[in-house]
């Protein structure tokens, strides 16, 4: 079984912080996804990734950045964290190949910001 | 940009009824990708069923099958025999060439 993995499922951070969200996938998939997920507004993405070191900017990139540097892990940066951060974090990986393949996602990181 | 529409914020079923999920899309192109994905309460979002826009025939996955009308850019979701595990948030979703575009969600409540 496809296994994504997040670092934390509650995290409590202080505005200005900076705050790094980790996903790890085991099934050697190439595409990673950072959504963001808000009552009332769906999943929105924040970025993605198709290969190592490569990064795309999704619907709602500003304030993020990530990182991409083993296959596996895919980051999400705050890099100064914000109060209107304060959200669900979803990440999700799928294989290469076309749009059918089906994405897999972690159990999601619940951030506040205060 | 494509847009996913779900009007139904939330939907009751009784046990063992059959209830549907509304979705519609605005898309330009012609061969697509269309899902739906259950997010139950505390846990992770999964695949419920997919459909490829180019085949005629609606998918199905056991007692969830879909309604695709293409040229009314619709696919609806449907649940037979509901069961106290279906309750969940369903997202449409459709793929738009580089990541999934998803509805704002329909959550499911199953009353027994």
């Known amino acids: 079984d496809v296994k994504v993995t997040q670092s934390s499922r509650y995290l409590v951070k202080r505005t200005g912080e900076k705050v790094f969200l980790e996903c790890v996938q085991d099934?050697?998939?190439?595409?990673m996804f950072w959504y963001r997920q808000d009552p009332g507004l769906g999943l929105r993405l924040i970025y993605f990734?198709?290969?190592?070191?490569?990064?795309e900017k999704g619907d709602i990139p500003e304030g993020y950045s990530v990182s991409r540097e083993k296959k596996e892990r895919f980051s999400l940066i705050l890099e100064s964290a914000s109060t209107n951060q304060t959200s669900m974090y979803l990440c999700?990986?799928?294989?290469?190949?076309?749009?059918?393949?089906?994405?897999?996602f972690g159990p999601g990181t619940r951030l506040t910001v205060l | 940009a494509q847009t996913v529409t779900q009007s139904q914020p939330e939907m009751s079923v009784q046990e063992a009824e059959t209830v549907t999920l509304s979705c519609t899309y605005d898309?330009?192109?012609?061969?697509?990708?269309l899902f739906w994905y259950k997010q139950p309460p505390s846990r992770q979002m999964i695949l419920v069923i997919r459909?490829?826009?180019?085949?005629?025939q609606n998918a199905t996955e056991n007692r969830f099958s879909v309604n695709f009308q293409k040229a009314a850019k619709s696919f609806s979701l449907k649940i037979s025999d509901s069961q106290l595990g279906d309750a969940a948030m369903y997202f449409c979703?459709?793929?738009?060439?580089?990541?999934?575009?998803f509805g704002k969600g329909t959550s499911l409540l199953v009353t027994p």
């Open positions: 999700a990986s799928t294989p290469a190949g076309g749009p059918e393949n089906e994405q897999f």
């Open positions: 099934m050697d998939h190439e595409n």
């Open positions: 990734s198709y290969d190592v070191k490569m990064k």
């Open positions: 898309t330009s192109e012609s061969d697509y990708y």
């Open positions: 459909q490829e826009a180019y085949k005629q």
């Open positions: 979703a459709y793929h738009s060439g580089y990541a999934l575009n």
